[in-house]
């Protein structure tokens, strides 16, 4: 029996286009935790092809990469790369009155925060 799998659409909103949405991304998540999203779009008046890949790299981090293809997926471009990740402390702690005093309950916690 193959396992039924999703479709995920994903829809942008641009200020430049004055929040209208775009197109969808669509593609899913593979059982390798990437996920592979594509659609057609026009850049300045170019057709271009649009992949977004996300990649769960552990269970607090992902990563997410935009690629354009000018020549019908022959090659990709990687133009825009990011990475998020949960900042668990956060719910770890109390509530404080200032970020002065966040900062060094977590200094006490878990040394000096990343830059």
Known sequence: MEERRTTIL??????IGG?????PVVGR????GIGRF???????GVHVRVRYVWTVVDED????????????????????????WKRVW???VPHYKTNKDLAAEYEKRYGKPPA
């Open 38 to 44: 594509e659609c057609d779009d026009i850049l300045d």
């Open 90 to 92: 956060i719910s770890k």
């Open 61 to 84: 981090t992902l990563e997410w990469e935009q690629f354009f293809s000018f020549d019908g997926r022959r090659t990709w471009d990687s133009n825009w790369r990011m990475q998020s």
């Open 29 to 32: 998540f593979e059982d390798d």
């Open 10 to 15: 994903i829809w942008w909103a641009s200020s």
């Open 19 to 23: 929040g209208q949405l775009d197109e």
